[in-house]
């Protein structure tokens, strides 16, 4: 057996190298499914989300299995049974006895002795049912975000937003300005939805067909979600604009407001990470823009019509699509500490009359309404545009901002706020 072209085995990979070694899952899945085909990738794709979804489950259920104390087993240890369990419970088409043969012949990388009390557990397991037990109660995220959670929110929302993030969820593709006219260039797309509000955004039915064929080969999409289109919205970019793109980094937000300036106006593009900064170069190589690589809470801008401030967060809005974010230690404080820094400063770089739109991708209060309530009680110059001139209403809050999440929205969470300098 080649472990190499081996899916289970690949999928191995990326759970260490994601829960284990606390790398980016998105960027470990890529390197991992390059070169496989359509079949291969979203197999992977499904194990590998799910089981990391389900990780304080799947380990409650092994305890009742293992002999011993489970949790002095190692990571790579667990994560073979992780595998095993999620297979034999959540996906049904896979008959059990592959699950068990093909987990127990990766397991003997480790030892013969390890695949031999890999597959007695699986066989158990399956012996009983083959079902995960629910149980109530349990939070499958890391403790900093359990304690987010239950500050900041009833159980019966946190019951929502837990659904929420267990769903595999939709991929929603913006249409590039230059193909929107030319649809025949993607005939062959199946379409699920269109959004209801921005009729560019669109979910199809094979999003990793997508992805392969007209994000990465054609270049006539863009993965992104609607949210990211109401915060652009909400810069209402006029011709000639000055813009900062403050956060700039991976450059998503970037490609849209370019496509809207059309060339005209001047847009500056900044993120304080080098390697970072280097794919907005390889992004907008041979196209007229301004790129720095600068800490924005030290370093000073010429000033500016618009500001887009897409801070830095906990991303606690975009779990669903990014399950390795529910294992994080976030420390809630210094994140919003270092949002208000960015606030402040880049208050200073927009013109009398300009707009700064601050945006998260979190569902914390803290870290979106709480930060805008404090700069507008110590800065009289500025003033509260209400979000709703711009983008649909049912999106915008009592406050007068954007404000998205599992708790009133069918999209992932977002917030923006929209500031006048007077």
């Not at 194990?47 to 002999?67: A, E, M, P, S």
Request: proline fraction near 1%; aromatic fraction near 10%.
């Amino acid at each position: 057996m080649n472990l190499n072209k081996d899916s289970r085995f690949r999928s191995l990979q990326v759970l260490n190298n994601v829960l284990i070694d606390k790398k980016n899952l998105k960027y470990e899945f890529n390197k991992y499914v390059s070169g496989l085909s359509l079949k291969d990738t979203s197999f992977i794709k499904f194990l590998t989300y799910g089981v990391i979804r389900k990780k304080k489950t799947l380990d409650r259920n092994i305890c009742d299995y293992y002999n011993g104390d489970y949790s002095k087993t190692s990571e790579i240890y667990k994560n073979y049974f992780r595998l095993g369990f999620y297979q034999i419970s959540c996906m049904n088409s896979i008959p059990d006895y592959a699950s068990v043969n093909s987990t127990v012949e990766i397991a003997k990388k480790e030892s013969l002795k390890f695949s031999r009390m890999v597959n007695a557990i699986l066989m158990s397991f399956i012996r009983d049912g083959g079902k995960i037990k629910q149980i109530k109660g349990l939070l499958n995220y890391s403790k900093s975000i359990e304690n987010i959670l239950i500050e900041n929110f009833s159980k019966k929302d946190i019951l929502k937003i837990c659904n929420w993030d267990d769903k595999s969820g939709e991929v929603w593709f913006r249409i590039k300005e230059d193909v929107a006219k030319k649809v025949d260039k993607l005939i062959d797309i199946k379409i699920s939805k269109v959004h209801r509000f921005l009729n560019n955004y669109i979910a199809l039915e094979n999003s990793q067909y997508a992805i392969n064929e007209y994000v990465k080969k054609k270049n006539l999409l863009e993965v992104q979600s609607p949210g990211a289109g109401l915060v652009v919205k909400l810069l209402n970019i006029a011709k000639n604009d000055k813009v900062l793109d403050a956060c700039a980094a991976p450059g998503g937000k970037s490609k849209y407001i370019y496509e809207i300036m059309k060339g005209k106006g001047n847009l500056w593009l900044n993120d304080k990470s080098h390697s970072r900064c280097k794919l907005l170069k390889n992004s907008f190589k041979d196209k007229k823009v301004n790129i720095t690589s600068k800490d924005a809470t030290l370093g000073t801008f010429s000033i500016m019509d618009k500001i887009l401030i897409d801070t830095p967060c906990s991303c606690s809005g975009t779990i669903q699509k990014n399950p390795d974010i529910r294992w994080k230690n976030i420390n809630i404080k210094k994140l919003v500490e270092s949002q208000y820094a960015l606030l402040e400063k880049l208050s200073h770089a927009i013109r009398i009359g300009g707009a700064i739109v601050y945006s998260t991708c979190s569902i914390y209060s803290n870290e979106n309404w709480q930060i805008i309530d404090k700069f507008l009680k110590l800065n009289s110059d500025f003033l509260l545009d209400d979000a709703s001139q711009y983008i649909d209403s049912c999106y915008v809050d009592s406050n007068g901002c954007l404000s998205v999440s599992p708790l009133n929205g069918e999209m992932e969470g977002v917030f923006g706020a929209r500031l006048i300098r007077v």
